[in-house]
Protein backbone atom coordinates (compact mmCIF):
# COMPACT_ATOMS: atom_id res chain seq x y z
CA UNK A 1 0.00 0.00 0.00
CA UNK A 2 1.42 3.67 -1.08
CA UNK A 3 2.90 4.94 2.16
CA UNK A 4 -0.14 8.08 2.52
CA UNK A 5 -2.86 5.69 2.60
CA UNK A 6 -0.47 3.01 4.66
CA UNK A 7 -0.24 6.03 7.19
CA UNK A 8 -4.03 7.26 7.15
CA UNK A 9 -4.86 3.55 7.92
CA UNK A 10 -2.72 3.63 10.84
CA UNK A 11 -4.05 6.37 12.13
CA UNK A 12 -7.47 5.20 11.75
CA UNK A 13 -6.79 1.65 13.35
CA UNK A 14 -4.80 3.65 16.45
CA UNK A 15 -7.65 5.87 17.07
CA UNK A 16 -10.40 3.48 16.77
CA UNK A 17 -9.37 0.57 17.90
CA UNK A 18 -12.18 -0.08 19.58
CA UNK A 19 -14.20 -0.05 16.95
CA UNK A 20 -13.70 -2.76 14.47
CA UNK A 21 -16.38 -2.54 11.94
CA UNK A 22 -15.32 1.10 11.30
CA UNK A 23 -11.38 0.32 10.84
CA UNK A 24 -12.76 -2.57 8.52
CA UNK A 25 -14.61 -0.68 5.80
CA UNK A 26 -12.12 2.22 5.97
CA UNK A 27 -9.37 -0.95 5.31
CA UNK A 28 -11.65 -2.50 2.74
CA UNK A 29 -12.22 0.92 0.69
CA UNK A 30 -8.31 2.86 0.90
CA UNK A 31 -7.30 -0.19 -0.31
CA UNK A 32 -8.97 0.00 -4.04
CA UNK A 33 -7.50 3.34 -3.92
CA UNK A 34 -3.88 3.12 -4.37
CA UNK A 35 -4.04 3.63 -8.17
CA UNK A 36 -5.96 6.44 -7.79
CA UNK A 37 -3.83 8.54 -5.31
CA UNK A 38 -0.37 7.45 -7.71
CA UNK A 39 -2.21 9.58 -10.22
CA UNK A 40 -3.67 12.46 -8.22
CA UNK A 41 -0.30 13.84 -5.65
CA UNK A 42 -2.13 16.64 -4.79
CA UNK A 43 -4.62 14.93 -2.14
CA UNK A 44 -1.93 13.87 0.35
CA UNK A 45 -1.04 17.63 0.13
CA UNK A 46 -4.35 18.40 1.44
CA UNK A 47 -4.85 15.59 3.39
CA UNK A 48 -8.31 14.34 1.44
CA UNK A 49 -7.96 10.89 3.11
CA UNK A 50 -7.34 12.14 6.42
CA UNK A 51 -10.55 14.68 6.00
CA UNK A 52 -12.44 11.53 4.24
CA UNK A 53 -11.76 9.22 7.21
CA UNK A 54 -13.15 11.65 9.85
CA UNK A 55 -16.94 12.15 10.15
CA UNK A 56 -17.89 15.83 10.22
CA UNK A 57 -19.27 15.83 12.97
CA UNK A 58 -21.02 13.01 15.42
CA UNK A 59 -23.37 13.44 18.10
CA UNK A 60 -24.49 11.21 21.08
CA UNK A 61 -27.44 12.19 22.82
CA UNK A 62 -29.71 10.56 25.76
CA UNK A 63 -33.28 8.83 24.81
CA UNK A 64 -35.73 8.19 27.60
CA UNK A 65 -39.30 6.85 27.31
CA UNK A 66 -41.63 4.84 29.03
CA UNK A 67 -42.80 1.39 28.80
CA UNK A 68 -46.45 -0.04 29.07
CA UNK A 69 -46.12 -0.60 32.70
CA UNK A 70 -44.95 2.74 33.81
CA UNK A 71 -40.79 1.79 34.14
CA UNK A 72 -38.74 4.48 32.30
CA UNK A 73 -35.70 3.29 30.56
CA UNK A 74 -32.77 4.47 29.22
CA UNK A 75 -31.37 4.22 25.48
CA UNK A 76 -28.87 6.09 23.72
CA UNK A 77 -29.04 7.76 19.95
CA UNK A 78 -26.78 8.58 17.78
CA UNK A 79 -26.67 10.71 15.02
CA UNK A 80 -22.93 10.89 12.56
CA UNK A 81 -23.53 13.51 9.50
CA UNK A 82 -19.93 11.96 7.97
CA UNK A 83 -19.52 13.95 4.36
CA UNK A 84 -21.69 16.72 3.25
CA UNK A 85 -19.63 17.35 0.24
CA UNK A 86 -22.15 16.61 -2.58
CA UNK A 87 -25.24 17.39 -0.29
CA UNK A 88 -27.46 17.37 2.37
CA UNK A 89 -26.47 14.20 5.02
CA UNK A 90 -28.66 11.29 4.61
CA UNK A 91 -28.85 7.91 5.29
CA UNK A 92 -30.62 5.71 7.90
CA UNK A 93 -31.64 5.19 11.20
CA UNK A 94 -30.97 1.49 12.92
CA UNK A 95 -32.69 0.45 16.21
CA UNK A 96 -31.08 -2.66 17.42
CA UNK A 97 -29.94 -3.59 20.94
CA UNK A 98 -25.79 -4.05 19.39
CA UNK A 99 -25.47 -0.77 18.09
CA UNK A 100 -22.83 1.49 19.25
CA UNK A 101 -20.52 4.02 17.67
CA UNK A 102 -18.54 1.73 15.74
CA UNK A 103 -21.33 0.68 13.58
CA UNK A 104 -22.78 3.92 13.41
CA UNK A 105 -19.57 5.42 11.71
CA UNK A 106 -19.02 2.10 9.36
CA UNK A 107 -22.40 2.69 8.22
CA UNK A 108 -21.63 6.69 7.70
CA UNK A 109 -18.51 5.78 5.93
CA UNK A 110 -20.30 3.31 3.49
CA UNK A 111 -23.27 5.44 3.31
CA UNK A 112 -20.85 8.54 2.20
CA UNK A 113 -19.48 6.68 -1.14
CA UNK A 114 -23.02 4.78 -2.08
CA UNK A 115 -24.55 7.99 -2.23
CA UNK A 116 -22.46 9.20 -4.59
CA UNK A 117 -21.96 6.38 -7.04
CA UNK A 118 -26.58 6.69 -7.32
CA UNK A 119 -25.66 9.95 -8.85
CA UNK A 120 -27.74 11.98 -7.13
CA UNK A 121 -26.96 15.34 -4.37
CA UNK A 122 -26.87 13.58 -1.05
CA UNK A 123 -23.78 13.57 1.61
CA UNK A 124 -23.47 10.67 3.90
CA UNK A 125 -24.66 9.86 7.40
CA UNK A 126 -26.24 7.41 9.75
CA UNK A 127 -27.49 7.61 12.96
CA UNK A 128 -29.63 5.21 15.42
CA UNK A 129 -29.90 3.50 18.82
CA UNK A 130 -29.45 0.53 20.93
CA UNK A 131 -33.49 0.47 21.83
CA UNK A 132 -34.59 -2.77 20.49
CA UNK A 133 -38.04 -2.55 19.26
CA UNK A 134 -38.45 -6.10 18.90
CA UNK A 135 -41.06 -7.55 21.32
CA UNK A 136 -42.07 -3.58 22.08
CA UNK A 137 -46.10 -2.28 21.60
CA UNK A 138 -46.40 0.26 19.34
CA UNK A 139 -46.84 2.53 21.85
CA UNK A 140 -43.97 1.84 23.95
CA UNK A 141 -42.03 2.32 19.89
CA UNK A 142 -44.26 5.78 19.69
CA UNK A 143 -43.10 7.27 22.58
CA UNK A 144 -39.48 5.86 22.31
CA UNK A 145 -39.68 7.43 18.73
CA UNK A 146 -40.86 11.06 19.98
CA UNK A 147 -38.02 10.66 22.33
CA UNK A 148 -35.59 10.11 19.92
CA UNK A 149 -36.94 12.79 17.50
CA UNK A 150 -36.88 15.34 20.62
CA UNK A 151 -33.11 14.91 20.73
CA UNK A 152 -32.31 15.15 17.32
CA UNK A 153 -34.83 17.48 15.46
CA UNK A 154 -32.62 20.66 16.03
CA UNK A 155 -30.03 18.88 13.93
CA UNK A 156 -31.58 17.95 10.87
CA UNK A 157 -33.85 19.45 8.07
CA UNK A 158 -34.33 18.85 4.22
CA UNK A 159 -32.04 20.66 3.32
CA UNK A 160 -29.40 20.15 6.87
CA UNK A 161 -29.57 15.91 7.18
CA UNK A 162 -32.48 13.81 6.25
CA UNK A 163 -32.80 10.24 8.32
CA UNK A 164 -34.63 7.42 7.10
CA UNK A 165 -35.11 3.49 7.84
CA UNK A 166 -32.48 0.83 8.09
CA UNK A 167 -32.55 -2.51 10.56
CA UNK A 168 -35.55 -1.88 13.08
CA UNK A 169 -36.47 1.11 11.68
CA UNK A 170 -39.72 0.56 9.27
CA UNK A 171 -42.82 2.79 7.75
CA UNK A 172 -44.09 2.88 11.42
CA UNK A 173 -41.31 4.16 13.14
CA UNK A 174 -40.65 6.89 10.58
CA UNK A 175 -44.32 7.93 10.67
CA UNK A 176 -43.64 8.88 14.77
CA UNK A 177 -40.42 10.36 14.04
CA UNK A 178 -42.24 12.53 11.46
CA UNK A 179 -45.30 13.12 13.69
CA UNK A 180 -43.13 14.43 16.53
CA UNK A 181 -40.92 16.31 14.12
CA UNK A 182 -44.15 18.38 12.79
CA UNK A 183 -45.10 18.83 16.48
CA UNK A 184 -42.09 20.66 17.46
CA UNK A 185 -40.96 22.00 14.36
CA UNK A 186 -44.63 23.32 13.63
CA UNK A 187 -43.87 23.37 9.69
CA UNK A 188 -44.55 20.75 6.99
CA UNK A 189 -41.25 20.14 5.95
CA UNK A 190 -41.67 16.36 4.94
CA UNK A 191 -38.49 16.02 3.36
CA UNK A 192 -36.94 15.51 6.92
CA UNK A 193 -37.23 12.03 6.39
CA UNK A 194 -37.45 9.28 3.46
CA UNK A 195 -39.45 6.00 3.62
CA UNK A 196 -42.50 7.89 4.91
CA UNK A 197 -45.89 6.64 4.54
CA UNK A 198 -48.04 6.96 1.47
CA UNK A 199 -50.69 9.87 2.64
CA UNK A 200 -48.35 12.13 4.10
CA UNK A 201 -45.62 12.33 1.29
CA UNK A 202 -43.74 8.82 1.03
CA UNK A 203 -42.90 7.57 -2.60
CA UNK A 204 -44.00 4.64 -4.03
CA UNK A 205 -41.50 1.62 -4.25
CA UNK A 206 -39.34 2.95 -1.32
CA UNK A 207 -40.10 -0.24 0.53
CA UNK A 208 -39.01 -2.43 -2.94
CA UNK A 209 -36.31 -0.20 -3.51
CA UNK A 210 -33.55 -1.86 -1.96
CA UNK A 211 -34.24 -5.45 -3.41
CA UNK A 212 -35.51 -4.23 -6.39
CA UNK A 213 -32.37 -2.58 -6.81
CA UNK A 214 -30.04 -5.24 -5.91
CA UNK A 215 -31.56 -7.22 -8.49
CA UNK A 216 -31.26 -5.03 -11.63
CA UNK A 217 -27.63 -4.76 -10.67
CA UNK A 218 -27.65 -8.80 -10.35
CA UNK A 219 -28.97 -8.37 -14.32
CA UNK A 220 -26.15 -6.05 -15.25
CA UNK A 221 -24.00 -8.29 -13.90
CA UNK A 222 -25.51 -11.01 -15.61
CA UNK A 223 -25.46 -9.18 -19.08
CA UNK A 224 -21.94 -8.52 -18.45
CA UNK A 225 -21.19 -12.85 -18.65
CA UNK A 226 -24.30 -13.22 -21.83
CA UNK A 227 -26.20 -14.72 -19.02
CA UNK A 228 -29.87 -14.17 -18.24
CA UNK A 229 -32.28 -13.86 -15.30
CA UNK A 230 -34.66 -16.21 -16.09
CA UNK A 231 -34.63 -19.32 -14.06
CA UNK A 232 -32.04 -18.26 -11.40
CA UNK A 233 -31.84 -19.81 -8.02
CA UNK A 234 -31.04 -17.34 -5.11
CA UNK A 235 -29.61 -18.05 -1.66
CA UNK A 236 -30.50 -14.97 0.50
CA UNK A 237 -29.97 -14.49 4.54
CA UNK A 238 -32.30 -11.99 5.63
CA UNK A 239 -36.18 -11.40 5.37
CA UNK A 240 -36.67 -7.99 6.22
CA UNK A 241 -37.45 -5.23 4.07
CA UNK A 242 -34.66 -5.76 1.87
CA UNK A 243 -34.59 -9.95 1.72
CA UNK A 244 -38.65 -9.22 0.82
CA UNK A 245 -37.66 -6.66 -2.14
CA UNK A 246 -35.77 -9.36 -3.45
CA UNK A 247 -37.93 -12.05 -3.17
CA UNK A 248 -40.76 -9.97 -5.22
CA UNK A 249 -38.73 -8.67 -7.97
CA UNK A 250 -36.58 -11.99 -8.37
CA UNK A 251 -40.53 -13.52 -8.79
CA UNK A 252 -41.45 -10.85 -11.40
CA UNK A 253 -38.04 -11.43 -13.43
CA UNK A 254 -38.67 -15.17 -13.52
CA UNK A 255 -36.16 -16.40 -10.68
CA UNK A 256 -36.94 -17.24 -7.66
CA UNK A 257 -35.41 -17.49 -4.20
CA UNK A 258 -34.93 -20.74 -2.66
CA UNK A 259 -33.13 -20.46 0.30
CA UNK A 260 -33.59 -17.92 3.28
CA UNK A 261 -31.94 -17.56 6.19
CA UNK A 262 -32.98 -15.65 9.48
CA UNK A 263 -31.40 -15.36 12.95
CA UNK A 264 -32.98 -19.34 14.05
CA UNK A 265 -31.85 -21.01 10.81
CA UNK A 266 -32.47 -21.42 7.36
CA UNK A 267 -35.75 -22.59 5.14
CA UNK A 268 -35.16 -24.83 1.70
CA UNK A 269 -38.40 -24.06 -0.58
CA UNK A 270 -37.38 -25.59 -3.47
CA UNK A 271 -40.69 -24.08 -4.98
CA UNK A 272 -39.50 -20.82 -4.21
CA UNK A 273 -40.45 -17.97 -2.46
CA UNK A 274 -42.93 -16.83 -5.30
CA UNK A 275 -46.35 -16.50 -4.64
CA UNK A 276 -48.27 -13.67 -2.74
CA UNK A 277 -49.41 -15.65 -0.23
CA UNK A 278 -45.63 -16.38 0.58
CA UNK A 279 -44.61 -13.23 -0.10
CA UNK A 280 -47.85 -11.29 2.48
CA UNK A 281 -46.57 -14.66 5.08
CA UNK A 282 -43.04 -13.43 5.04
CA UNK A 283 -44.26 -9.79 6.01
CA UNK A 284 -46.86 -11.34 8.86
CA UNK A 285 -43.76 -13.53 9.93
CA UNK A 286 -41.24 -10.43 10.63
CA UNK A 287 -43.97 -7.82 11.88
CA UNK A 288 -44.82 -10.61 14.45
CA UNK A 289 -41.13 -11.88 15.27
CA UNK A 290 -38.08 -10.77 13.44
CA UNK A 291 -35.79 -13.11 14.72
CA UNK A 292 -37.58 -16.72 13.45
CA UNK A 293 -38.21 -18.22 9.99
CA UNK A 294 -39.13 -21.52 11.09
CA UNK A 295 -42.99 -20.66 10.80
CA UNK A 296 -42.23 -19.78 7.46
CA UNK A 297 -41.05 -24.05 6.45
CA UNK A 298 -44.02 -25.03 9.26
CA UNK A 299 -46.51 -23.37 7.04
CA UNK A 300 -45.62 -24.30 3.44
CA UNK A 301 -44.47 -27.70 4.49
CA UNK A 302 -40.58 -27.17 3.88
CA UNK A 303 -37.01 -28.19 5.31
CA UNK A 304 -35.84 -25.64 7.92
CA UNK A 305 -32.34 -26.64 9.12
CA UNK A 306 -32.48 -24.90 12.55
CA UNK A 307 -29.15 -22.52 14.15
CA UNK A 308 -27.30 -22.94 10.34
CA UNK A 309 -26.73 -20.39 7.57
CA UNK A 310 -27.21 -21.17 3.77
CA UNK A 311 -23.75 -20.82 2.67
CA UNK A 312 -22.91 -23.52 0.83
CA UNK A 313 -25.86 -25.12 -0.34
CA UNK A 314 -24.95 -26.20 -4.00
CA UNK A 315 -28.31 -25.88 -5.88
CA UNK A 316 -28.51 -22.36 -6.66
CA UNK A 317 -27.22 -19.91 -8.77
CA UNK A 318 -26.56 -16.49 -6.95
CA UNK A 319 -26.03 -15.72 -3.36
CA UNK A 320 -27.31 -12.82 -1.82
CA UNK A 321 -26.40 -11.60 1.91
CA UNK A 322 -28.98 -9.09 2.69
CA UNK A 323 -29.06 -9.69 6.29
CA UNK A 324 -26.35 -7.72 8.62
CA UNK A 325 -22.64 -6.89 8.92
CA UNK A 326 -19.83 -9.97 8.74
CA UNK A 327 -22.54 -12.79 8.27
CA UNK A 328 -20.23 -14.17 5.59
CA UNK A 329 -16.90 -15.17 7.34
CA UNK A 330 -14.11 -16.72 5.77
CA UNK A 331 -15.01 -20.38 7.06
CA UNK A 332 -18.94 -19.48 5.21
CA UNK A 333 -16.39 -18.12 2.07
CA UNK A 334 -15.12 -21.06 1.39
CA UNK A 335 -17.93 -23.24 1.23
CA UNK A 336 -19.69 -20.62 -0.70
CA UNK A 337 -16.16 -20.78 -3.58
CA UNK A 338 -16.68 -24.87 -2.87
CA UNK A 339 -19.97 -24.75 -4.16
CA UNK A 340 -19.10 -23.83 -7.68
CA UNK A 341 -21.55 -21.12 -7.76
CA UNK A 342 -20.38 -18.06 -9.89
CA UNK A 343 -22.50 -14.99 -8.47
CA UNK A 344 -21.71 -13.45 -5.13
CA UNK A 345 -23.85 -10.72 -4.91
CA UNK A 346 -23.30 -8.45 -1.53
CA UNK A 347 -26.40 -6.78 -0.52
CA UNK A 348 -26.53 -6.14 3.66
CA UNK A 349 -23.92 -3.59 4.41
CA UNK A 350 -21.00 -4.99 4.59
CA UNK A 351 -21.81 -8.48 4.79
CA UNK A 352 -18.34 -9.96 4.08
CA UNK A 353 -15.52 -9.62 6.66
CA UNK A 354 -12.77 -8.35 4.37
CA UNK A 355 -10.59 -11.66 4.53
CA UNK A 356 -13.52 -13.63 3.02
CA UNK A 357 -14.34 -10.86 0.54
CA UNK A 358 -10.74 -11.15 -0.47
CA UNK A 359 -10.92 -14.65 -0.84
CA UNK A 360 -14.00 -14.77 -2.70
CA UNK A 361 -12.59 -11.89 -5.18
CA UNK A 362 -9.63 -14.03 -5.57
CA UNK A 363 -11.91 -17.38 -6.89
CA UNK A 364 -11.66 -16.87 -10.66
CA UNK A 365 -14.67 -18.91 -10.81
CA UNK A 366 -16.86 -16.08 -8.84
CA UNK A 367 -18.04 -12.39 -9.82
CA UNK A 368 -18.07 -10.65 -6.36
CA UNK A 369 -20.46 -7.59 -6.32
CA UNK A 370 -19.95 -4.80 -3.18
CA UNK A 371 -22.91 -3.77 -1.47
CA UNK A 372 -22.63 -0.64 -1.81
CA UNK A 373 -22.95 -0.56 -5.37
CA UNK A 374 -26.34 -3.16 -5.41
CA UNK A 375 -28.01 -1.64 -2.29
CA UNK A 376 -27.72 1.87 -2.79
CA UNK A 377 -31.00 1.95 -5.01
CA UNK A 378 -32.52 2.03 -1.66
CA UNK A 379 -31.01 5.42 -0.58
CA UNK A 380 -31.07 6.23 -4.59
CA UNK A 381 -35.04 6.30 -4.32
CA UNK A 382 -34.98 8.34 -0.53
CA UNK A 383 -33.22 10.64 -3.11
CA UNK A 384 -36.03 10.60 -4.98
CA UNK A 385 -38.48 10.85 -2.54
CA UNK A 386 -37.26 13.97 -1.24
CA UNK A 387 -37.58 15.40 -5.06
CA UNK A 388 -41.19 14.66 -4.82
CA UNK A 389 -41.20 16.34 -1.70
CA UNK A 390 -39.64 19.65 -3.16
CA UNK A 391 -41.89 19.70 -6.02
CA UNK A 392 -45.05 19.01 -4.16
CA UNK A 393 -46.16 16.41 -6.17
CA UNK A 394 -46.28 12.66 -6.44
CA UNK A 395 -44.28 10.43 -9.43
CA UNK A 396 -46.73 7.08 -10.35
CA UNK A 397 -44.63 3.48 -9.51
CA UNK A 398 -43.87 3.22 -12.97
CA UNK A 399 -41.90 6.35 -13.33
CA UNK A 400 -39.84 5.72 -9.87
CA UNK A 401 -39.10 2.21 -10.80
CA UNK A 402 -37.97 3.36 -14.68
CA UNK A 403 -35.72 5.88 -12.36
CA UNK A 404 -34.40 3.50 -10.02
CA UNK A 405 -33.70 0.80 -12.71
CA UNK A 406 -31.31 3.57 -14.71
CA UNK A 407 -29.37 4.39 -11.70
CA UNK A 408 -28.72 1.08 -10.90
CA UNK A 409 -27.75 0.68 -14.72
CA UNK A 410 -25.46 3.70 -14.10
CA UNK A 411 -23.79 2.12 -10.61
CA UNK A 412 -23.21 -0.82 -12.32
CA UNK A 413 -21.73 0.84 -15.89
CA UNK A 414 -19.68 3.78 -13.74
CA UNK A 415 -18.00 1.04 -11.62
CA UNK A 416 -16.96 -1.36 -14.25
CA UNK A 417 -15.82 1.87 -15.90
CA UNK A 418 -13.53 3.08 -13.74
CA UNK A 419 -12.32 -0.36 -12.54
CA UNK A 420 -11.09 -1.17 -16.03
CA UNK A 421 -9.88 2.66 -16.69
CA UNK A 422 -7.21 2.07 -13.48
CA UNK A 423 -6.22 -1.66 -15.07
CA UNK A 424 -8.65 -3.60 -12.69
CA UNK A 425 -10.42 -5.37 -15.44
CA UNK A 426 -13.85 -6.40 -14.57
CA UNK A 427 -13.34 -5.52 -10.83
CA UNK A 428 -16.78 -4.44 -9.30
CA UNK A 429 -15.76 -3.68 -5.83
CA UNK A 430 -12.64 -1.89 -6.51
CA UNK A 431 -14.63 -0.43 -9.13
CA UNK A 432 -17.29 0.53 -7.02
CA UNK A 433 -14.84 2.47 -4.82
CA UNK A 434 -13.12 4.22 -6.55
CA UNK A 435 -16.15 5.59 -8.67
CA UNK A 436 -17.88 6.92 -5.53
CA UNK A 437 -14.87 8.20 -4.04
CA UNK A 438 -14.18 10.54 -6.94
CA UNK A 439 -17.47 12.58 -7.20
CA UNK A 440 -16.21 13.11 -3.04
CA UNK A 441 -12.89 13.95 -3.45
CA UNK A 442 -13.55 16.17 -6.53
CA UNK A 443 -16.40 18.12 -4.51
CA UNK A 444 -14.09 18.43 -1.25
CA UNK A 445 -10.81 19.66 -3.68
CA UNK A 446 -13.33 22.54 -5.03
CA UNK A 447 -14.29 23.51 -1.60
CA UNK A 448 -11.22 24.09 0.06
CA UNK A 449 -10.04 22.90 3.02
CA UNK A 450 -11.56 22.38 6.61
N1 LIG B 1 -33.78 -0.87 4.34
C1 LIG B 1 -33.07 -0.32 3.38
O1 LIG B 1 -33.58 0.40 2.52
C2 LIG B 1 -31.61 -0.62 3.29
C3 LIG B 1 -31.02 -1.57 4.07
N2 LIG B 1 -29.70 -1.89 3.86
C4 LIG B 1 -29.05 -2.93 4.63
O2 LIG B 1 -29.66 -4.19 4.34
C5 LIG B 1 -29.61 -5.03 5.49
C6 LIG B 1 -31.00 -5.49 5.87
O3 LIG B 1 -31.78 -4.36 6.17
P1 LIG B 1 -33.36 -4.40 6.31
O4 LIG B 1 -33.91 -5.49 5.48
O5 LIG B 1 -33.84 -3.02 6.09
O6 LIG B 1 -33.52 -4.73 7.83
P2 LIG B 1 -34.71 -5.45 8.57
O7 LIG B 1 -34.59 -5.09 9.99
O8 LIG B 1 -36.00 -5.16 7.85
O9 LIG B 1 -34.38 -6.99 8.35
C7 LIG B 1 -33.21 -7.58 8.76
C8 LIG B 1 -33.32 -9.07 8.57
O10 LIG B 1 -32.12 -9.69 9.00
C9 LIG B 1 -32.46 -10.80 9.79
N3 LIG B 1 -31.37 -11.08 10.74
C10 LIG B 1 -31.05 -10.39 11.84
N4 LIG B 1 -30.05 -10.99 12.47
C11 LIG B 1 -29.72 -12.08 11.71
C12 LIG B 1 -28.77 -13.12 11.84
N5 LIG B 1 -27.94 -13.16 12.88
N6 LIG B 1 -28.70 -14.05 10.85
C13 LIG B 1 -29.54 -14.00 9.79
N7 LIG B 1 -30.49 -13.07 9.66
C14 LIG B 1 -30.56 -12.12 10.59
C15 LIG B 1 -33.74 -10.44 10.48
O11 LIG B 1 -34.45 -11.58 10.86
C16 LIG B 1 -34.45 -9.71 9.35
O12 LIG B 1 -35.09 -10.63 8.51
C17 LIG B 1 -28.88 -4.21 6.58
O13 LIG B 1 -27.51 -4.45 6.47
C18 LIG B 1 -29.17 -2.78 6.14
O14 LIG B 1 -28.20 -1.89 6.64
C19 LIG B 1 -28.96 -1.28 2.90
C20 LIG B 1 -29.51 -0.33 2.10
C21 LIG B 1 -30.86 0.15 2.29
O1 LIG C 1 -32.82 5.71 2.46
C1 LIG C 1 -31.90 6.15 3.10
O2 LIG C 1 -31.69 7.33 3.31
C2 LIG C 1 -30.87 5.24 3.74
C3 LIG C 1 -30.92 3.81 3.36
C4 LIG C 1 -29.86 3.10 4.14
O3 LIG C 1 -29.94 3.04 5.35
C5 LIG C 1 -28.70 2.56 3.47
O4 LIG C 1 -28.49 2.83 2.30
O5 LIG C 1 -27.92 1.84 4.14
Known amino acids: MNAYLASVLESVKTKHGNEPEFVQTVEEVLSSLEPVIEKHPEYEKVDLL ?38 PYKG ?7 VYEGIIKFLGFEQTFKNSLTGLP ?26 FMTALYRYIGPDIDVPAGDMGVGGREIGYLYGQYRRLKGVWENGVLTGKGLSYGGSLIRPEATGYGAMYYLQEVLKHENDT ?13 VGWGIMKKATQLGAKVTYFAGPDG ?18 EMRAKDPMHCKPYADKFGCEFVAGEKCWGVKDVDVYMPAAMQNDVKMESAEKIAASGVKYYIEVANMPTTNDALNYLRAQ ?22 MAQNSERLVWTAEEVDHQLHKMMENIHKVSAEAAAEYGLGYDLVAGANIAGFKKVAEAMMEQGCF
Open 50 to 87: GRMVEPERMFTFRVVWCDDNGQWHTNRGWRCQFNGAIG
Open 92 to 98: GLRFQKN
Open 266 to 283: YVHDPDGVITDEKLNFIL
Open 229 to 241: IEGKRIAISGYGN
Open 364 to 385: KHIIVAPSKAVNAGGVGVSALE
Open 122 to 147: IGGAKGGSDFDPAGKSDAEVMRFCQS
